[in-house]
């Protein structure tokens, strides 16, 4: 059963414009990761957001944790083609991680 | 720093054979684990090593073992392949067993085929 659904799947879009990717569940995290996966390499760990409510921002990357911990987005400001990969979200529904169905994004010249 | 070594980068495999996927770390971690990686399924936790001598279930077991020697390595091992274990296996250490106050990070994986 996957616990984490992640929108969309798929994305691709020009350098400059912005966009927003999506992490849901019914259930309540204790806290929530993201991390960026390049092709060929694994998964790296971008922020770690643990309270409710809570918005973190690196760079032009702005997460932010849900009210009721359920929820997760992750908005990029400008893309740039360096941005390019599969972004994983995870999180704890109990002491044990788990990730989330992905969202490729390919951000064109 | 080399960090989280994973060998080979690519296996082919017939239905049956045996193998070892390989992981070495350099960070004195006392925390390793195993995940595969499926299409539109993110990574799934196969097993994981809390410190030496001690290993653990993690969500997909079947049909995989592992040992935990020494702090450095932690080797997986496929005892009769089958292609549903076709996938890409990422090894992962962490300083720590709270993965949300510990760094994760992981190797580059090994592509598995299984024909």
């Known amino acids: 059963t996957q616990l984490l659904e992640q929108s969309p799947q798929f994305l691709s879009i020009q350098e400059g414009e912005n966009l927003t990717v999506y992490c849901n569940s019914s259930s309540v995290f204790s806290s929530l990761q993201w991390y960026r996966q390049e092709p060929g390499e694994g998964p790296v760990l971008l922020v770690t957001?643990?309270?409710?409510?809570e918005v973190k921002k690196l760079k032009r990357l702005t997460f932010q944790f849900g009210d009721a911990r359920k929820d997760s987005s992750l908005h990029i400001t400008a893309a740039q083609p360096g941005d390019t990969g599969l972004y994983l979200c995870a999180g704890f529904p109990t002491d044990k991680l788990i990730f989330g169905t992905g969202t490729r994004l390919q951000v064109f010249p | 720093n080399a960090g989280v070594t994973q060998t080979p980068k690519f296996q082919v495999l017939k239905t049956g054979q045996s193998m070892t996927l390989q992981c070495a770390q350099d960070?004195?971690?006392?925390?390793m684990s195993w995940y595969r990686q499926d299409p539109g399924m993110g990574l799934r936790l196969i097993h994981y090593s809390v410190g030496a001598g001690i290993t653990d279930q993690g969500e997909v077991p079947n049909g995989y073992n592992v040992s935990r020697s020494t702090t450095e390595d932690f080797p997986l091992r496929l005892l009769s392949a089958a292609p549903s274990q076709t996938s890409v296996y990422f090894c992962a250490s962490s300083y720590g067993a709270e993965l949300a106050k510990n760094i994760q990070y992981f190797g580059a994986g090994t592509r598995l085929s299984v024909l």
């Open positions: 960070m004195n971690h006392e925390y």
């Open positions: 957001v643990v309270t409710g409510g």
